[in-house]
T-cell receptor
Framework: AQKVTQAQTEISVVEKEDVTLDCVYETRDTTYYLFWYKQPPSGELVFLIRRNSFDEQNEISGRYSWNFQKSTSSFNFTITASQVVDSAVYFC?????????????FGTGTRLTVIP | DVKVTQSSRYLVKRTGEKVFLECVQDMDHENMFWYRQDPGLGLRLIYFSYDVKMKEKGDIPEGYSVSREKKERFSLILESASTNQTSMYLC????????????FGPGTRLTVL
């Protein structure tokens, strides 16, 4: 079973629009970590954020914000006032503490295109 | 800054050839990982390593092997390349523990003809 689901395969928005990327996860662990990565056209995945399962506070970093809701097993990512440089593939990922390792389970990614 | 480098950005090989993909990290990370990325499938784990000379199979190890003789270097080996191994290969490294993020290299796009 897929542990991380990103239902949106591709999204296109016009510059300055807000956009939300959805991520739904599945785990039986009580302690786990959720991540978002950005993969620009250059190909290298860039770490954006990590949340642990005990911290449901939303986080804002500039134009980026993340909404973590355990009740719906979701960890959604919103970009406010999108810019062309935000065009990339975005991956959500999960690691489970019980394994003692940091193997990441990745979603299939959402390709965001911001049109100027 | 953490630096993960991969030996080639683009590689073209013929069916049946033995292929070596090299990955080097400079942050003394214990863990190293090899993924392949295919459209619509996301990143899939091939092999990972927690320490020198140690390796563990990931989700799709068939047709691949790995080597970690030094802490900073993790090699992916395709013993006999096949066309279905045409893909983007990504290396990553991290400190141990589920909370630690992985740092990725730029990727190697391998084409097997």
């Amino acid at each position: 079973a897929q542990k991380v689901t990103q239902a949106q395969t591709e999204i296109s928005v016009v510059e300055k629009e807000d956009v939300t990327l959805d991520c739904v996860y599945e785990t039986r662990d009580t302690t786990y970590y959720l991540f978002w990565y950005k993969q620009p056209p250059s190909g290298e995945l860039v770490f954006l954020i990590r949340r642990n399962s005990f911290d449901e506070q939303n986080e804002i970093s500039g134009r980026y914000s993340w909404n973590f809701q355990k009740s719906t097993s979701s960890f959604n990512f919103t970009i406010t006032a999108s810019q062309v440089v935000d065009s990339a593939v975005y991956f959500c990922a999960l690691s489970e503490a019980r394994t003692g390792a940091n193997n990441l389970f990745f979603g299939t990614g959402t390709r965001l295109t911001v049109i100027p | 800054d953490v630096k993960v480098t991969q030996s080639s950005r683009y590689l073209v090989k013929r069916t049946g050839e033995k292929v070596f993909l090299e990955c080097v990290q400079d942050m003394d990370h214990e863990n190293m990982f090899w993924y392949r990325q295919d459209p619509g499938l996301g990143l899939r784990l091939i092999y990972f390593s927690y320490d020198v000379k140690m390796k563990e199979k990931g989700d799709i190890p068939e047709g691949y092997s790995v080597s970690r003789e030094k802490k900073e270097r993790f090699s992916l080996i395709l013993e006999s390349a096949s066309t279905n191994q045409t893909s983007m290969y990504l290396c990553a490294s991290s400190f141990g523990g589920a909370l630690n993020e992985q740092f990725f290299g730029p990727g190697t796009r391998l084409t097997v003809l």
